[in-house]
């Protein structure tokens, strides 16, 4: 049996900001569709399981996994839902991804 791996992408400060900025539902659909397991998409088999709840998004792979492809994956769902200009994603340990809001720092008129 082979080892499985977990990567999870923390959606809780979107979420927490406004509930319907991300519907973690949608995200775990769109992943599921475009993750891509012997170079096919959507050919997750038994070999990975995506599921959610209302912060966050995991990833249960029983197979090597690619964590970048997740946030290439993630980066383009922000970018198709128009939310990239506002979110970006942070690697928080080496099996978490986060998304994060952009510091916007207002600067002084003097």
Known sequence: M???T???IDCS???EEDEHLIDTGMFASYLGERIKVDNKRGNL???VKISNDKTSVSVNAAMPF???QLKYLAKKFLKKEGLRDFLHVL???PSTYKLAFFQ???KDDE
């Open 2 to 4: 082979a080892k499985r």
């Open 6 to 8: 977990t990567f999870v």
């Open 13 to 15: 400060d979107p979420v």
């Open 45 to 47: 088999g038994d070999n």
């Open 66 to 68: 690619s964590k970048r």
């Open 91 to 93: 690697a928080t340990n």
């Open 104 to 106: 916007v720092q207002e």
